[in-house]
């Protein structure tokens, strides 16, 4: 009688919580098509900022790249063009969050240190480093604005894993693992892609790199909130 209870109550919670319906489909609903409005809202959130971080990620690495390729800098280029082919397949997962963080991390110490080493840079190159930094610029951009975004979403998340009765917790912190990384990573990845989008364009500027554009939008991805 009393495991009877707590299995209600725990189905009473989701009931009433945004995500219903998307438990529904995993077996942890009840069917209660009065509460789909806030389902399908819970859903949307979580299905846009996916979308959206999908893109701000892959437009990020794509910079990385052609910096590379400007800078004939020997770089981890081969895994940067496999993670975006991941990203633009629309296959997320916890996993490739941690592994977008870590890899424009430590393409970004690559990108530093060949810049440094590279004595002087011709016009063409000088030209495809400027382009790609404010390409880069971009993408930190896009991705800082998502940290308040990401944030909410990822506590709806959480507290949906909260009332799920144990049989069912396991499928769904998979369905839900790729915005519960978002909301962990970003935060800390946003910040590391501007301070190293920074130290950048300080070492391009001192090459004789126009990087007037590039600065503005890291300035403007450093003014967002997390």
Known sequence: ???????????????????????????????????AVDADSFNKSRTDLEKKYILAAAA???????????????ADIAQAEELNKVLKGG????????????????????LKKGMEETDKLSAKQKKLVGSGLVKYAA?????????????????????????ANPISKVKLASELGACL????????HAKNL???????VQI?????????GAKKKLAEAANFDF
């Open 194 to 200: 501007v301070t190293g989008g920074n130290q950048m």
């Open 139 to 163: 993408g930190v951009a896009m991705t800082a604005a998502l940290g308040i975004e990401a944030k909410h979403v990822a506590e709806s998340a959480t507290d949906v894993l909260k009332s």
């Open 60 to 74: 990020v690495l794509a910079s990385q790249i052609d910096l590379a390729q400007a800078l004939n800098v020997k």
């Open 204 to 212: 391009a500027t001192k090459k004789g790199v126009s990087t007037k």
């Open 91 to 110: 296959n997320l997962s916890s996993d490739t969050v941690e592994k977008v963080s870590s890899t424009s991390k430590t393409l970004n110490e690559q």
């Open 1 to 35: 009688m009393l495991r009877r209870n707590l299995v209600a109550g725990a189905i009473t919670a989701l009931m009433v919580s945004p995500a219903f319906a998307f438990l529904d489909k995993v077996g942890l609903g009840g069917g209660n098509s009065g509460k």
């Open 181 to 188: 990384a978002i909301g962990k990573e970003l935060p800390s």
